[in-house]
Protein backbone atom coordinates (compact mmCIF):
# COMPACT_ATOMS: atom_id res chain seq x y z
CA UNK A 1 0.00 0.00 0.00
CA UNK A 2 1.28 3.40 -0.82
CA UNK A 3 5.03 1.62 -2.68
CA UNK A 4 7.32 4.40 -1.86
CA UNK A 5 5.71 6.99 -0.26
CA UNK A 6 6.54 5.49 3.38
CA UNK A 7 10.26 6.76 4.42
CA UNK A 8 9.82 4.86 7.94
CA UNK A 9 7.85 3.27 10.05
CA UNK A 10 7.39 5.07 13.24
CA UNK A 11 5.19 2.88 15.71
CA UNK A 12 4.29 -0.39 14.44
CA UNK A 13 0.84 -1.68 14.04
CA UNK A 14 1.95 -3.98 17.19
CA UNK A 15 3.23 -1.28 19.09
CA UNK A 16 -0.10 0.39 19.11
CA UNK A 17 -2.01 -2.33 19.64
CA UNK A 18 0.00 -3.16 22.87
CA UNK A 19 -0.13 0.81 23.67
CA UNK A 20 -4.13 1.22 23.32
CA UNK A 21 -4.39 -2.25 25.69
CA UNK A 22 -2.44 -0.36 27.90
CA UNK A 23 -3.78 3.26 28.07
CA UNK A 24 -7.49 1.74 28.07
CA UNK A 25 -6.70 -0.31 31.08
CA UNK A 26 -5.38 2.80 33.12
CA UNK A 27 -8.79 4.64 31.81
CA UNK A 28 -10.63 2.02 33.10
CA UNK A 29 -9.13 1.76 36.18
CA UNK A 30 -9.56 6.41 37.00
CA UNK A 31 -13.16 5.70 35.88
CA UNK A 32 -13.95 3.11 37.54
CA UNK A 33 -16.01 5.28 40.26
CA UNK A 34 -17.73 7.03 37.45
CA UNK A 35 -20.01 4.01 37.27
CA UNK A 36 -20.21 3.66 33.32
CA UNK A 37 -20.82 6.81 32.89
CA UNK A 38 -18.06 7.68 30.15
CA UNK A 39 -18.25 9.57 27.77
CA UNK A 40 -15.50 9.68 24.79
CA UNK A 41 -15.31 12.68 22.00
CA UNK A 42 -13.49 11.93 18.84
CA UNK A 43 -12.43 14.04 17.21
CA UNK A 44 -12.80 13.60 13.16
CA UNK A 45 -11.38 12.38 11.66
CA UNK A 46 -7.89 11.86 12.79
CA UNK A 47 -8.81 10.51 15.42
CA UNK A 48 -11.28 7.23 14.36
CA UNK A 49 -9.09 4.31 14.04
CA UNK A 50 -7.61 5.00 17.62
CA UNK A 51 -11.43 5.89 18.89
CA UNK A 52 -13.06 2.63 17.78
CA UNK A 53 -9.61 0.44 18.33
CA UNK A 54 -9.96 2.32 22.22
CA UNK A 55 -13.56 2.06 22.56
CA UNK A 56 -13.70 -1.73 21.93
CA UNK A 57 -10.39 -1.95 24.22
CA UNK A 58 -11.86 -0.77 27.07
CA UNK A 59 -13.44 -3.70 29.70
CA UNK A 60 -16.33 -0.31 30.95
CA UNK A 61 -18.98 0.59 28.74
CA UNK A 62 -18.68 3.74 26.86
CA UNK A 63 -20.93 6.05 25.07
CA UNK A 64 -19.14 7.49 21.73
CA UNK A 65 -19.30 11.08 20.58
CA UNK A 66 -17.51 12.84 17.49
CA UNK A 67 -16.91 16.43 16.88
CA UNK A 68 -14.79 17.85 13.69
CA UNK A 69 -13.31 20.90 13.98
CA UNK A 70 -10.82 22.62 11.27
CA UNK A 71 -8.10 24.86 12.47
CA UNK A 72 -7.08 27.40 10.01
CA UNK A 73 -3.68 26.87 8.89
CA UNK A 74 -1.48 25.01 6.19
CA UNK A 75 -1.95 21.53 5.31
CA UNK A 76 0.75 20.58 7.93
CA UNK A 77 0.83 23.07 10.81
CA UNK A 78 -2.31 24.45 12.47
CA UNK A 79 -3.44 28.17 13.34
CA UNK A 80 -5.12 28.18 16.66
CA UNK A 81 -8.21 29.35 14.98
CA UNK A 82 -10.48 26.52 15.36
CA UNK A 83 -13.54 26.15 13.43
CA UNK A 84 -16.73 23.64 14.39
CA UNK A 85 -17.53 21.63 10.90
CA UNK A 86 -19.78 18.75 13.04
CA UNK A 87 -20.90 19.28 16.68
CA UNK A 88 -21.72 16.45 19.35
CA UNK A 89 -25.74 15.42 18.93
CA UNK A 90 -25.54 15.35 22.76
CA UNK A 91 -25.22 17.86 25.65
CA UNK A 92 -22.48 16.61 27.90
CA UNK A 93 -23.61 18.47 30.92
CA UNK A 94 -23.01 16.27 34.27
CA UNK A 95 -21.43 13.55 31.98
CA UNK A 96 -17.65 12.77 32.42
CA UNK A 97 -15.72 13.36 29.25
CA UNK A 98 -12.97 12.31 27.96
CA UNK A 99 -11.76 13.49 24.36
CA UNK A 100 -9.82 11.44 22.08
CA UNK A 101 -7.23 12.96 20.06
CA UNK A 102 -5.10 11.67 17.30
CA UNK A 103 -1.76 14.02 17.82
CA UNK A 104 -1.25 17.06 19.85
CA UNK A 105 1.36 19.35 18.20
CA UNK A 106 1.27 23.19 18.83
CA UNK A 107 -1.53 22.00 21.29
CA UNK A 108 -3.70 25.50 19.60
CA UNK A 109 -6.80 23.02 18.65
CA UNK A 110 -6.73 21.02 21.65
CA UNK A 111 -6.59 24.34 24.14
CA UNK A 112 -9.31 25.94 22.22
CA UNK A 113 -11.63 22.48 22.56
CA UNK A 114 -11.14 22.21 26.20
CA UNK A 115 -12.13 25.96 26.49
CA UNK A 116 -15.11 24.99 24.29
CA UNK A 117 -16.55 22.03 26.45
CA UNK A 118 -15.79 22.91 29.31
CA UNK A 119 -18.23 25.95 29.17
CA UNK A 120 -21.03 23.29 28.83
CA UNK A 121 -20.72 22.10 32.17
CA UNK A 122 -19.13 18.10 32.27
CA UNK A 123 -18.95 16.43 35.60
CA UNK A 124 -15.30 15.78 34.24
CA UNK A 125 -12.83 16.77 31.46
CA UNK A 126 -9.72 15.00 30.66
CA UNK A 127 -7.63 14.08 27.45
CA UNK A 128 -6.24 11.03 25.82
CA UNK A 129 -3.88 11.52 22.94
CA UNK A 130 -1.95 8.75 21.18
CA UNK A 131 0.86 10.93 19.82
CA UNK A 132 2.48 13.72 21.37
CA UNK A 133 4.65 16.31 20.04
CA UNK A 134 8.02 18.45 21.63
CA UNK A 135 5.98 21.78 20.88
CA UNK A 136 2.72 20.27 23.31
CA UNK A 137 4.55 21.34 26.32
CA UNK A 138 4.91 24.66 25.76
CA UNK A 139 0.97 25.34 25.51
CA UNK A 140 -0.54 24.83 29.05
CA UNK A 141 -3.11 22.06 28.31
CA UNK A 142 -3.72 18.94 30.69
CA UNK A 143 -3.12 15.95 29.30
CA UNK A 144 -3.91 13.00 31.21
CA UNK A 145 -2.75 10.11 28.72
CA UNK A 146 -0.43 10.23 26.20
CA UNK A 147 -0.17 6.83 23.96
CA UNK A 148 3.67 8.32 22.64
CA UNK A 149 6.19 11.33 22.41
CA UNK A 150 7.31 11.01 19.40
CA UNK A 151 9.62 13.65 17.34
CA UNK A 152 9.35 16.78 15.66
CA UNK A 153 8.35 15.21 12.32
CA UNK A 154 5.14 14.91 9.92
CA UNK A 155 3.51 11.80 10.52
CA UNK A 156 0.92 9.81 8.58
CA UNK A 157 -1.01 6.40 9.41
CA UNK A 158 -3.66 4.93 12.06
CA UNK A 159 -6.36 7.67 10.62
CA UNK A 160 -3.41 11.13 10.32
CA UNK A 161 -3.28 11.96 6.36
CA UNK A 162 -1.71 13.93 3.89
CA UNK A 163 -3.91 15.77 1.71
CA UNK A 164 -6.59 12.96 2.80
CA UNK A 165 -4.70 10.16 2.15
CA UNK A 166 -2.69 7.62 4.32
CA UNK A 167 -5.39 7.77 7.03
CA UNK A 168 -6.13 4.11 6.22
CA UNK A 169 -2.27 2.78 7.06
CA UNK A 170 -2.68 0.46 10.26
CA UNK A 171 0.66 1.80 11.46
CA UNK A 172 2.10 5.16 12.16
CA UNK A 173 4.63 6.52 9.90
CA UNK A 174 6.85 9.42 8.17
CA UNK A 175 6.70 10.50 4.50
CA UNK A 176 9.38 10.63 1.92
CA UNK A 177 10.11 14.03 0.55
CA UNK A 178 9.17 13.13 -2.45
CA UNK A 179 5.21 13.29 -1.58
CA UNK A 180 5.66 16.37 -0.28
CA UNK A 181 7.51 17.90 -3.56
CA UNK A 182 5.75 16.25 -6.12
CA UNK A 183 2.50 16.86 -4.64
CA UNK A 184 0.73 13.76 -5.51
P1 LIG B 1 -2.23 21.40 16.93
O1 LIG B 1 -3.38 22.35 17.00
O2 LIG B 1 -1.96 20.65 18.20
O3 LIG B 1 -0.99 22.06 16.38
O4 LIG B 1 -2.55 20.37 15.80
C1 LIG B 1 -3.43 19.33 15.93
C2 LIG B 1 -3.88 18.83 14.58
O5 LIG B 1 -2.90 19.11 13.56
C3 LIG B 1 -4.01 17.34 14.61
O6 LIG B 1 -5.29 16.94 15.06
C4 LIG B 1 -3.72 16.97 13.18
O7 LIG B 1 -4.89 17.10 12.41
C5 LIG B 1 -2.71 18.00 12.72
N1 LIG B 1 -1.33 17.50 12.85
C6 LIG B 1 -0.39 17.93 13.72
N2 LIG B 1 0.76 17.23 13.56
C7 LIG B 1 0.51 16.33 12.58
C8 LIG B 1 1.32 15.30 11.96
O8 LIG B 1 2.50 15.04 12.26
N3 LIG B 1 0.71 14.57 10.99
C9 LIG B 1 -0.57 14.79 10.59
N4 LIG B 1 -1.04 14.01 9.63
N5 LIG B 1 -1.35 15.74 11.15
C10 LIG B 1 -0.82 16.50 12.13
MG1 LIG C 1 -6.77 15.76 16.00
MG1 LIG D 1 -5.02 16.50 8.66
Redesign the pocket.
Known amino acids: MYDGDIASVLISEQQIKDKVTELAKQVDEDYHQAGGDLLLVG?L???VMFMTDFARALPQPAQLEFMAVS?Y?SS?????V?RILKDLDRDIANRHVLIV????????????LLKNLSSRNPASLEVCTL?R?P??VQ?DVPVKYVGFD?PN?????YG???AER?RDLPYIGTLDPKVYTTGV
Open positions: VKGASGTSSSGVEDIIDSGLTLSWLKDAVIEFVVGLDYY
